[in-house]
């Protein structure tokens, strides 16, 4: 440890170094160009310290041989060191200590260096030592940076070092440096005042210059001298003598710096108690105050120094009035200000003006008042800013001067970070301040000139930047303009007066811009105003100044989608800033149209005939809704009568009918969605004659110009179309049709011929259009966008040959012409995939191919056709299967299952197929993403698949999440297969014998795109003229519940209800072969004719087939087990079906017992009986239930009323010999009680006396008496007398009898 | 006598009695039947007449075929005038039968119009007559919808008349051919036309089978005649356009007829309803 010292070195002289010897350092370094590391060398270590920190250690030998390596080359023979390296080492080498120079320079000469030949600079000799102290100050730099600070303070705390000699120059500057570095500013302040008054200058210079320099001269590493606001006060205080007006500016910027990081209130206190610099000892001290903070930024601090203002007024301080200015517009920018802001910043403008207009005020003060009032502007109130500009431009100095600050400040504004808006305000305001200034009498417009032209040249710019977005953010980029910025530039737009004063190369190109903000603002009239006004100026522009006003306002009529991916929609969401487009109503349809009459008008007026620009057909098309056929009255009043219209004009014309006609003019959902009411018939006559006359037109063109084989493609194109139209609306026999349909393909043949005798004779560029063209209409549609599968040629059709002949034209082309024109061909398909409907690519993929072939440029449709293949047809299968014997019989319900067999890897690639499977799924259609109801597409599908003589019965899905199930296919593995469907069927004829193929749409996309394929089953044969009967079923389940409680009720008819439910994986049996002796349950009871109600049969579908990711639904959880197949590999789904029986009663004696139907014996299956027992069911476990017969049927109550007369006959003739059944009656008393025998022998005393004699009669009431007194009386025998239990039967016994035979006897 | 003559008297009384309620009665139905059978005959008259029209047609077909390849053979004018006569002649002549067959068309819907619901065996005959008649008059996806509204409801009755509803099937199936035929030779694309065979197809492939159970000489000879007619249905479906066009069309088929066949029809969807219904027995949860 010889003590320490610091070397400082380059990184990139060691990284350049270990790059030739990588052994010597044996450390990873970052590259040269940015990595800069402090090798500290401590001891017999050195560190390397990288920006990021301490990055690791090296042996100082290994580090000074470095540097020795990268120093070893002679000073001539330049090192391994970069300019900008050995600046800084030379810099770190000069602001070394001189023991540190010292040893560095043993080090260096040790190793065979000498550092000063090292660092001279070229040219130069070696650094000599200095010979004054400013000198070595001056080689110095006191730029602050952490680093910096905390080695200086480091140092100082270690051991301060001693102030060295005053002739020790070298070591003079570096202890001053040490002290600014460790912010020992008094310690400095008392050394520069020892110092000589020069060296002291020049050092505090030194100080001031450099303390705040950027980073290693890095312009790109922020300065960071790491001040506090009141260590610059300090710094202020240590200068030698008063500061200059420099040196506060630079003291100034550094508190600017400082307050942003750190609170000024001490600085501010410091600052009130007066300081040797600063504070209100004296006006000077107050001024310079004043400076120091207002140049600070902080005005509003300032304030307390500021003089009074109307002493400031009286003197005509200029600068007071802008301090005071400063003060105001401050204030008004700080929360302190309140509502009273723009009270504030129209004083802080009212002084700048003030402070303008003192004309014996410095120039660049009244400058800088002028720049002041001027940026305030826009925030002031028209009348007072007109105000005050007139009286500035009316001051023949000032104005030029304004005028050159406004022209200033509109090129600047460009590079600031203001808003679009903001600055299309400045802008306006600038031009309002210019057109006073023009409207100035007497202004010498030469002296204007150049800052005239440059704000012009602003403001265009700004106009471009606007509508082009050639240099601005994102908005920008996509050249829209918000509506407000636009209506602010178009008033910005130089006015004639302006316009006339600016040289004509830039006249013009104003004039363009400001034609293309209007119509970029939807203000056509003003447009065709500029128009007018440019076109009169520069007649020779007309047609392309014309041309532009066209183009925009096409667009503006149609424009086009922003956003091309509506999936960028979805993160935009609500962002979308542009113009919105306004319905073409038929009122603005009429303006438009006017507006473009007037545009024809002001254009022939200066000899140019806008009917040939080529863009005056697509305005007018645009003019027109989107639903408005052309009419010949239209054109007539834009362009003129029919037969003086160029060929180009009514060529473009009728290109425009015929795609309005083959698309949205023709379409009623299209007219609908537009509000049009048409009916079809309106429609279709609109269309008709839309026809005719873009025919007539197109005739016109080709009449004036007969060689051209586009106009003949036009009208070849619209032939075919009306055919087609005419077609869809069965007007005509299709054998006509097909006639019509061969001519205009016809057509398309000629002028293919024709343009091959052009291209081969060398007049023509190769243009495949014409075949597009003919391919479009032989696939469909001339335009191939809106082609649907409906309308897309099928292989076999008579049109079908029309490809062949496309083909056969393209390769009769000689030499290499055939080649180019099928890649040309080639080329328009591939830009038209994107457009088409997902569903008709394939198919047109697939056409074109028959014409591209084998062509080199026809790779890419290629591969998407061996695409296409392999989804379609090798690695996807859809399988339709039948559920049991192929004897399916006519009305007999029988299910057929759909599955899906795939490939490994399509499974993989594409995501699986659950999603056919589940309604709800996002999915991306087209452009966009949008939930797509594949369930209910499929369903539909397969519904219609089925023709007419099928009765679909219903259709059940499989769990869309059931994993797919190996299997193998054509005899090879790798192949899965889903359940996708289970079909209950009815064949309606005895002749079907074949199922339909189904077909399934899949989506999925390409490289063009979203592509729908339709993949098709199998269609397997069957026998609906016989039936195999019942049709297979696993997990039978059939309950039965009797209902008995109406036997007996007549108003119910003594109804028997039998309730038969059955449920069954597969199609349950009918009832007839399910339970076949359901009808002979009950004797007594028949099922009527209508006595069976069948209920609707349905499939049991586990799967809601909703998609998890639909946002409001709530999805089930997934079924714990899926269904799987039988042993046959066949999957189906459970089924039920439910029959209510009424049994009715016959005529026939009632059984006993209701016999539940038992199983058909040939099916397996469980059977569940059961009853009702009032509200509630109870399970029955024997084979029947038994019945009581009701009682009150009718032929009861007729049997009952019979027997009831019959009783009532023989109770008649009984009662005429009722004495001797009655004696029997009394004589056969069941229980022989004292008080019967009593009453028996009363009723016979009552009813028999007769009979009886006297005596009798009276022992016959004497013995009753006797009974009576015996048994009830109360001087009887009593309980005491009476006889005993068997003693008293048997003489009451004995005395009943014996009255009794005594009164039969007598009666017989 | 005064006794015989009141009964004479009383007897005579009774007769415009009688007469009245037979006029009421049974009366009506004689005369619609009768009125029904006049029309019949007129309508039959009118077939026999559409037949021999129909008949001179095709002679002119097989003339004008044999005349337009003479002149494709060797195409002087002289062959060529008499291929466009000959061709003129059968246009007209076949535009004579489909004229002819139309008027019997309506001859027989207005014996059905008269029918009405007075004799079903009677008018399930006429109907057919009528299908056929429209059939060849051009008009044959009427007379299909007709064919195949008989051969349901026929089939439905098993008991009915299964001769006629073997007949109104084999007109049914020559119904298609004739179609599909026509929208072959029109220009249709394979896809429109090949249902209409296959449905041709199906049913003579149907009546050949059925015959073929049958043990009688007439079924045997109806099994040959359906299984050769199924042949030509084959036959239609894998020749060529040209080679058809070269051939002579069947006797009885139209020359030309309306192609405006009516849109495929869908798969019939019965109503889906849910079976578990009030009071149907299924479980019963708690709380009953």
């Known amino acids: 440890m010889v003590g320490e010292c610091i070397a400082l070195a380059i990184v990139a002289a060691i990284s350049s170094h ?315 920018a700080s929360t302190r200000a309140g509502d009273d802001g723009s009270s504030h910043l129209r004083t802080a403008w009212s002084l700048y003006c003030e402070a303008a207009l003192i004309g014996g005020a410095e120039a660049s003060l009244r400058q800088a008042a002028m720049r002041r009032a001027i940026d305030l502007l826009p925030s002031m109130p028209p009348a007072l800013a007109s105000a005050w500009l007139k009286q500035i431009f009316a001051n023949p100095t000032l104005a030029p001067a304004a005028l050159e600050i406004i022209a200033l400040k509109a090129v600047s504004i460009r590079g600031g970070s203001m808003a679009s808006e903001a600055r299309a305000q400045a802008i306006l305001t600038m031009k309002e301040s210019v057109d006073t200034l023009l409207a100035e009498t007497g202004i010498d417009i030469r002296l204007v000139r150049v800052p005239l032209r440059m704000l012009t040249t602003a403001l265009i710019g700004e106009v471009e930047t606007a509508l082009d977005g050639s240099a601005d953010g994102n908005r920008r980029g996509r050249g829209q303009a918000m509506p407000h910025e636009m209506e602010l530039l178009l008033r910005a737009m130089p006015s004639e007066q302006w316009m006339a004063a600016l040289e004509p190369s830039l006249a013009s190109r104003a004039y363009r811009a400001a034609i293309r903000l209007a119509v970029g603002a939807d203000e056509i009239d003003v447009a065709i105003d500029s128009l007018a006004h440019a076109v009169k100026r520069f007649p020779e522009q007309a047609q392309p100044l014309a041309n532009d006003l066209l183009t925009g306002w096409e667009k503006r009529l149609a424009p086009q989608s922003l956003y091309p991916d509506e999936d960028q929609m979805m993160f935009i969401g609500f962002a979308r800033d542009g113009m919105t487009s306004a319905p073409l109503t038929r009122g603005r349809q009429r303006r438009n149209l006017d507006r473009l009459a007037r545009l024809m008008f002001v254009l022939e007026d200066v000899g140019v005939d806008p009917r040939r620009l080529p863009a005056v057909a697509h305005v007018f098309h645009s003019c027109h809704g989107m639903t408005e056929v052309f009419t010949r009255a239209g054109i007539t009043s834009v362009f003129g009568p029919l037969n003086t219209l160029a060929a180009v004009t009514a060529a473009g014309l009728a290109d425009q009918m015929r795609s309005g006609l083959s698309g949205q003019w023709s379409d009623r959902k299209a007219q609908q969605a537009a509000g049009m009411k048409r009916s079809p018939e309106a429609i279709t006559q609109l269309v008709t004659t839309g026809y005719a006359l873009a025919i007539e037109l197109i005739e016109q063109a080709i009449a004036q110009d007969p060689k051209s084989w586009r106009y003949a493609v036009t009208k070849a194109g619209l032939t075919y179309d009306r055919v087609q139209y005419i077609q869809d609306q069965k007007k005509q026999d299709f054998a006509a049709y097909n006639q019509f349909r061969k001519e205009a393909f016809e057509a398309f043949a000629q002028t293919a011929e024709r343009y091959g005798e052009i291209v081969s004779a060398g007049d023509q560029r190769d243009d495949a259009s014409v075949y597009l063209a003919w391919f479009s209409a032989a696939v469909g549609a001339t335009e191939l966008n809106y082609l649907t599968r409906d309308d897309l040629l099928i292989e076999g059709s008579p049109q079908d040959d029309q490809i062949d002949l496309i083909r056969k034209a393209i390769q009769k082309l000689p030499g290499d012409l055939a080649a180019r024109h099928i890649a040309a061909f080639t080329h328009e398909i591939n830009g038209t995939l994107n457009r088409l409907e997902p569903s008709v690519k394939p198919r047109i993929v697939k056409h074109a191919m028959r014409i591209i072939g084998d062509h080199p440029a026809g790779a890419a449709l290629r591969r998407l056709t061996d695409l296409y293949q392999d989804l379609m047809r090798d690695e996807i299968k859809l399988r339709l299967t039948i559920d049991g014997d192929d004897r399916v019989g006519t009305r007999e319900r029988f299910g057929a299952t759909v599955t899906l067999r795939f490939t490994d890897e399509v499974d993989r690639e594409t995501g699986g197929f659950s999603r056919y499977l589940q309604n709800d799924v996002w999915a991306r259609v087209g452009n966009s993403y949008r939930p797509m109801n594949y369930r209910d597409l499929l369903k539909k599908s397969l519904e219609s698949s089925f023709g007419e003589h099928f009765e679909v019965e219903s259709v059940g899905f499989f769990e869309a999440l059931a994993p797919p199930m190996p299997v193998r296919e054509a005899g090879a593995d790798g192949w899965l297969e889903k359940p996708v469907a289970y079909i209950v069927l009815k064949a309606t004829d005895p002749s079907v014998d074949r199922i339909p193929e189904v077909s399934m749409d899949m989506h999925f996309n390409d490289t063009a795109g979203a592509v729908v394929l339709p993949v098709l089953s199998n269609a397997p044969q069957i026998d609906a003229a016989q039936s195999s009967g019942p049709r297979p079923v696993e997990n039978l389940k059939v309950v039965q519940t009797v209902d008995l409680r109406d036997l007996d009720s007549s108003q119910k008819d003594h109804a028997v209800v039998l309730e038969v439910h059955a449920d069954a994986s597969g199609i349950v049996p009918e009832l007839e072969a399910l339970l076949p002796d359901f009808r002979t349950a009950l004797a007594g009871y028949e099922v009527a004719k209508n006595g069976i109600e069948v209920r609707a049969a349905s499939i049991l579908e586990n799967d809601t087939g909703t998609s998890g990711r639909s946002m409001y639904s709530w999805v089930p959880a997934p079924p714990s087990q899926y269904i799987e197949a039988d042993a046959s590999g066949t999957y189906r789904l459970p089924s039920e079906r439910s029959w209510l029986i009424t049994y009715t009663p016959t005529s026939a004696a009632t059984g006993h017992a209701f016999t539940f139907p038992t199983l058909n014996a040939k099916l397996q299956g469980t059977l569940v009986s059961r009853q009702f027992s009032d509200m509630d069911i109870e399970t029955v476990t024997t084979a029947s239930v038994p019945i009581r017969p009701h009682v009150f049927s009718r032929t009861l109550i007729f049997s009952a009323s019979g027997v009831a007369i019959l009783a009532g006959f023989v109770f008649i003739a009984i009662r005429r010999r009722k004495s001797v059944a009655s004696s029997d009656t009394e004589t056969t008393l069941t229980r022989v009680t004292p008080m019967s025998v009593i009453t028996a022998l009363r009723r016979i005393e009552s009813e028999r006396a007769s009979s009886l004699s006297a005596n009798d009669h009276a022992s016959l009431i004497a013995e009753i008496t006797g009974l009576e007194e015996q048994y009830f009386g109360l001087h009887g025998a009593g309980a005491d007398t009476a006889p005993r239990n068997g003693e008293a039967h048997a003489h009451l016994r004995e005395a009943l009898d014996r009255w009794g035979a005594r009164t039969t006897t007598r009666t017989s | ?181 026509l929208l072959r030779l029109s220009g249709m694309p394979a ?98």
């Open chain 1, 18 to 332: 270990a790059q030739a010897q990588p052994s010597v350092v044996g450390v990873p370094l970052v590259p040269a160009k940015r990595a800069m590391t402090t090798v500290q060398v401590t001891g017999s270590t050195a560190t390397l310290v990288t920006g990021a920190g301490v990055a690791g250690s090296v042996d100082d030998e290994a580090a000074l041989a470095a540097l020795a390596g990268a120093s070893a080359q002679p000073a001539s023979n330049t090192p391994p060191l970069a300019a900008e390296q050995l600046d800084d080492l030379r810099r770190e080498y000069n602001g070394a200590s001189e023991a540190q120079r010292q040893n560095l320079r043993a080090y260096f000469t040790d190793m065979g260096v000498d550092i000063k030949k090292l660092l001279a600079r070229p040219g130069e000799a070696a650094a000599p030592d200095s010979q004054s102290l400013a000198q070595a100050i001056r080689a110095i730099e006191f730029t602050r940076t952490p680093q910096s600070v905390l080695a200086a303070r480091s140092t100082i705390g270690f051991a301060p070092p001693p102030k060295p000699a005053a002739t020790d120059f070298a070591a003079t500057a570096t202890w001053l440096q040490l002290q600014v570095f460790a912010g020992e500013w008094t310690a400095l302040g008392d050394a520069l005042r020892a110092l000589p008054s020069a060296d002291a200058i020049a050092a505090y210079t030194q100080i001031l210059q450099t303390i705040n320099r950027s980073q290693r001269g890095d312009p790109n590493r922020p300065a960071d001298p790491a001040l506090l606001p009141e260590e610059v006060l300090a710094i202020a205080d240590a200068a030698p003598e008063e500061l200059s007006d420099w040196q506060v500016t630079i003291l100034a910027q550094l508190l600017k710096e400082a307050a942003t990081k750190y609170s000024s209130a001490a600085m501010l206190q410091t600052l009130s108690a007066d300081t040797r610099m600063f504070g209100k000892q004296d006006a000077a001290h107050r001024e310079r105050t004043v400076k120091f903070l207002v140049a600070a930024g902080m005005a509003l601090d300032a304030a307390e120094y500021f003089p009074d203002l109307a002493e400031a007024r009286e003197l005509s301080d200029a600068a007071a009035l802008v301090n005071y200015g400063r003060y105001h517009e401050d204030f008004a």
């Open chain 2, 1 to 181: 006598m005064i006794t015989l003559s009141r009964m004479a008297w009383g007897c005579w009384a009774v007769v415009p009695v009688a007469l009245v309620t037979y006029h009421y009665g049974p009366g009506q139905t004689a005369y619609v039947q009768d009125r029904a059978a006049q029309l019949q005959n007129a309508a039959v008259h009118s077939q026999a007449s559409a037949q021999t029209a129909q008949d001179g047609a095709y002679e002119k077909h097989l003339a004008a075929i044999e005349a337009r390849r003479s002149a494709f053979l060797d195409p002087t004018a002289e062959h060529t005038a008499a291929a466009t006569a000959a061709t003129t002649a059968e246009q007209t002549m076949y535009a004579t039968a489909a004229s002819e067959w139309k008027v019997t068309a309506e001859r027989y819907q207005e014996v059905l119009t008269t029918l009405g619901d007075a004799s079903p065996q009677d008018a399930s005959a006429v109907r057919w007559s009528k299908a056929r008649a429209s059939v060849r008059a051009g008009d044959i996806w009427t007379g299909i919808d007709d064919l195949e509204l008989l051969v349901d409801e026929l089939e439905a009755e098993p008991a009915v008349d299964q001769p006629l509803a073997r007949a109104a099937r084999e007109e049914l199936a020559t119904a298609y051919y004739y179609g599909a035929r």
């Open chain 2, 191 to 288: 896809q429109e036309w090949r249902v209409e065979s296959g449905k041709a197809r199906q049913h003579f492939r149907y009546l050949a089978e059925q015959a073929k159970r049958g043990d009688s000489a007439e079924s045997a000879a109806d099994a040959i005649n359906d299984q050769r007619n199924l042949e030509l249905v084959l036959n239609l479906e894998q020749s060529t356009l040209v080679d058809l066009q070269g051939k002579a069309m069947p006797k009885d088929s139209p020359c030309s007829g309306s192609c405006n066949r009516p849109a495929k029809k869908p798969g019939k969807k019965k109503p889906s309803g849910d079976a578990r219904g009030a009071g149907v027995a299924a479980e019963i949860p708690d709380g009953w």
